[in-house]
């Protein structure tokens, strides 16, 4: 029921959107540099990645709620994985991930990316390095923490394999840490 | 019959060279030139590069089809917008439409591998599932 309206929601909100190769050619080219800027230090890309998705997620969040006319809160944590995948990525990629891997006691999920506009034409540097080291669309890591944060939830999001490294699938394992409580700001005296 | 396929880039730089045999007429689709003829392969494709100079601007094709030979070899080439040319050195019993299937196919190809972020302009392609494509491409047509 609640998967339904989330895939009508994704469906009606209406972007503006650009040409995909736009999008996999400029991606690719920062993460080329940042692979070139770091000397192929693919941890530290990830890193690098990673927070830019952050600050990206942190402001995202605030389009997505105004475009999605979402502003009921999510009962719980798989609500919010539905919107995840089936708005958010929805809306703003035009792909659905699909959700699996639950843990029973619903706090550790995985979307399954079945496509993924960044990894268009891409193939890993073949230092031997990049294929074990590099994950190529960790920003996507980093808006997710950064959105949700910005909705009082602390989560851990990190790729745990990729077609691009020669994996079947490209996952995304999600965890919530804990929902972040309204901290009272420190008192004066 | 063999045939050797090499791309040779802006600069006149090699970026990527094949050796296969046909696999038409029950061929295994193995090369099968002898160990000097390698070296002489590709001496004839890059010493051909001076006549594509020559007859890249007769006619608006990127598919130049025979431009030159050297004894029973002879060198069709392709160039692509970008300036990249497509040697591919065969024997005689060939026909052009053949070659025209196999250089598009592997054009189509070279254009997704060229779109990887990793690749620089003339630089050597390196990548494997790019190879693969070009040998089924052969296999295909030739």
């Known amino acids: 029921?609640?998967?339904?309206?989330?895939?009508?929601?994704?469906?009606?909100?209406?972007?503006?959107?650009?040409?995909?190769?736009?999008?996999?050619?400029?991606?690719?080219?920062?993460?080329?540099?940042?692979?070139?800027?770091?000397?192929?230090?693919?941890?530290?890309?990830?890193?690098?990645?990673?927070?830019?998705?952050?600050?990206?997620?942190?402001r995202l969040i605030e389009d997505y709620l105004a475009k999605s006319n979402t502003f009921k809160r999510c009962s719980n944590f798989r609500e919010t994985a539905e919107m995840i995948a089936k708005v958010g990525f929805k809306i703003f990629l035009n792909i659905t991930p699909t959700i699996t891997n639950w843990t029973s006691d619903g706090k550790q999920f995985s979307l399954v990316f079945d496509e993924n506009p960044f990894a268009d034409f891409v193939e890993l540097p073949d230092d031997g390095r990049a294929q074990d080291e590099l994950w190529y669309s960790n920003i996507l890591c980093g808006v997710l923490r950064g959105a949700l944060e910005m909705v009082q939830m602390q989560v851990e999001a990190k790729f745990v394999s990729d077609v691009l490294r020669g994996n079947d699938t490209t996952e995304m394992r999600i965890s919530l840490i804990r929902y972040i409580d309204d901290e009272l700001p420190p008192e004066d005296d | 019959m063999s045939y050797y396929f090499?791309?040779?880039?802006?600069?006149?730089?090699?970026?990527?060279?094949?050796?296969?045999?046909?696999?038409?007429?029950?061929?295994?689709?193995?090369?099968?030139?002898?160990?000097?003829?390698?070296?002489?392969?590709?001496?004839?494709?890059?010493?051909?590069?001076?006549?594509v100079e020559e007859?890249?601007?007769?006619?608006?094709?990127?598919?130049?089809?025979?431009?030159?030979?050297?004894?029973?070899?002879?060198?069709?080439?392709?160039?692509?917008?970008?300036?990249?040319?497509?040697?591919?050195?065969?024997?005689?019993?060939?026909?052009?439409?053949?070659?025209?299937?196999?250089?598009?196919?592997?054009?189509?190809?070279?254009?997704?591998?060229?779109?990887?972020?990793?690749?620089k302009v003339n630089m050597e392609v390196r990548s494997p599932v790019f190879r693969q494509r070009v040998a089924a491409a052969g296999r295909k047509y030739l």
């Open chain 1, 1 to 58: 029921m609640a998967s339904s309206k989330a895939s009508r929601l994704g469906e009606e909100t209406r972007m503006d959107k650009v040409n995909a190769e736009l999008v996999v050619l400029t991606y690719g080219a920062m993460v080329a540099q940042l692979c070139k800027d770091f000397d192929s230090d693919y941890v530290k890309v990830n890193q690098q990645l990673d927070k830019m998705g952050y600050n990206i997620g942190l």
């Open chain 2, 6 to 51: 090499a791309i040779i880039g802006t600069q006149d730089n090699p970026l990527f060279e094949y050796e296969f045999g046909t696999s038409k007429q029950g061929g295994d689709g193995q090369s099968r030139f002898t160990e000097q003829a390698h070296h002489l392969n590709q001496f004839v494709l890059h010493s051909s590069l001076d006549i």
């Open chain 2, 55 to 119: 007859v890249q601007w007769m006619n608006g094709q990127l598919y130049m089809k025979v431009i030159d030979k050297f004894f029973t070899n002879y060198i069709s080439c392709f160039m692509t917008g970008g300036n990249v040319k497509f040697l591919l050195l065969h024997q005689p019993p060939q026909t052009e439409e053949a070659i025209k299937n196999f250089f598009n196919e592997v054009y189509e190809n070279y254009v997704k591998a060229i779109m990887s972020p990793f690749y």
